[in-house]
């Protein structure tokens, strides 16, 4: 295979074109009357989603190199180191969970309806350890690393991230008696709308979609969810449906008070994958390597971001709290800043 043909076919994977390729090539269009066809068919959506934020961007020249640049050169490294432990992974959970199930579903609407809420606290227990476990934070940092919103960050992952997040949501999934077609079926809505709601300014000016704001999690919640401001910290942690998040009292609005600010808390080297990528894999090591003892060791690993052995922790749960009881202390209301409309949580 030439490096021409390779290009092509990595061209077609991520346009998702090659359903609509081969029905055009054989004349036949019968796989549109099959769930398959039709989930091969709409493939190309999220791709032509970004074709078009980044036509508009170039029209309005609100675009730069590094808002894509990132993303797309960890996109591409993840196809050569990752391309297939995350299908392995899911097909070993299945194999080991499924007969632990503490019950049996079926496919119907009600317990779709049901699978789809396990789904949601299955990603909820996964994407909360990804922030409150400083090792699994490195994995998930490079996600949260840009400092511009756009589709391509929703391709912004560490390699090994998609395997330890489908061994946490599937197995789980599977103890909780969901089918494994309908499982499929869920992974395919759920990363599709899951990628969407990465929409920048580019695209999607005010991300709140108006009244299905209060329902599901939109483009603003995970613009919310992305920043780096005290108010927004750690909020948002469910993909499409907001009740994992009202439960946990981690759900919160996109305030107009309060623009978002991208990217993670410490500086990052503008443009430098190396630093997007490894960056909090060597701050960890380094921190491990200072740290006396071994359980302070240990803890470096499985503590929150930002916890210090010194106490002077600077965790989002303490940037947080100091930022709220600041703004309590500063709240008055001959001010013409109204700070105290600002919702904390909803």
């Known amino acids: 295979m030439d490096i021409f043909q390779i290009l092509g076919n990595e061209l077609t994977d991520f346009f998702g074109v090659g359903s609509w390729l081969e029905m055009f090539r054989t004349g036949d269009y019968s796989r549109l009357h099959t769930l398959d066809g039709i989930l091969g068919a709409i493939g190309p959506l999220i791709p032509l989603l970004i074709v078009l934020e980044f036509?508009?961007?170039l029209a309005h020249r609100r675009i730069s190199g590094r808002h894509y640049k990132n993303s797309m050169l960890i996109y591409m490294f993840n196809r050569v180191l990752g391309r297939f432990i995350s299908i392995g992974m899911?097909?070993?959970?299945i194999g080991f969970f499924k007969p632990y199930a503490f019950f049996k579903t079926s496919s119907t609407w009600y317990w779709f309806i049901y699978s789809y809420v396990a789904w949601e606290l299955s990603h909820f227990v996964y994407h909360y350890f990804g922030h409150k476990v400083r090792l699994f934070w490195c994995?998930?940092?490079t996600h949260h690393a840009p400092e511009h919103m756009n589709?391509?960050?929703?391709?912004?992952?560490?390699?090994?991230?998609?395997?330890?997040?489908?061994?946490i949501r599937t197995s789980i999934c599977m103890l909780l008696g969901v089918q494994p077609p309908v499982?499929?079926?869920?992974?395919?809505?759920?990363g599709t709308w899951g990628t969407f709601i990465h929409a920048g300014e580019n695209l999607l000016k005010d991300g709140?979609?108006?009244?299905?704001?209060?329902?599901?999690?939109?483009?603003?919640?995970?613009?919310?969810?992305?920043?780096?401001?005290?108010?927004?910290?750690?909020?948002?942690?469910?993909n499409l449906l907001n009740v994992w998040d009202r439960i946990f009292k981690t759900h919160q609005y996109e305030e107009y008070e309060v623009p978002v600010e991208y990217g993670i808390t410490r500086p990052i080297k503008n443009g430098s994958f190396w630093d997007v990528y490894f960056g909090e894999f060597y701050y960890l090591i380094k921190d491990v390597y200072q740290a006396p003892g071994l359980?302070?060791?240990?803890l470096y690993i499985i503590m929150p971001p930002g916890w210090?052995?010194?106490?002077?922790?600077?965790?989002?749960?303490?940037v947080k709290r100091a930022f709220l009881k600041g703004l309590n202390e500063s709240t008055n209301p001959n001010k013409s800043t109204n700070t105290n409309k600002i919702r904390m949580y909803e």
């Open 183 to 190: 499982l499929f079926l869920i992974m395919f809505i759920d």
């Open 55 to 57: 036509i508009n961007a």
């Open 208 to 238: 709140r979609l108006g009244p299905l704001r209060h329902i599901i999690l939109t483009p603003s919640h995970h613009r919310v969810h992305h920043a780096r401001n005290p108010l927004y910290m750690d909020t948002n942690f469910c």
């Open 90 to 93: 899911v097909a070993f959970c």
């Open 308 to 318: 210090s052995h010194t106490g002077q922790h600077k965790t989002a749960t303490a």
């Open 139 to 141: 994995l998930h940092s």
């Open 151 to 167: 589709l391509t960050v929703g391709f912004a992952h560490f390699f090994l991230e998609a395997p330890y997040a489908d061994f």
């Open 295 to 298: 359980k302070n060791k240990l």
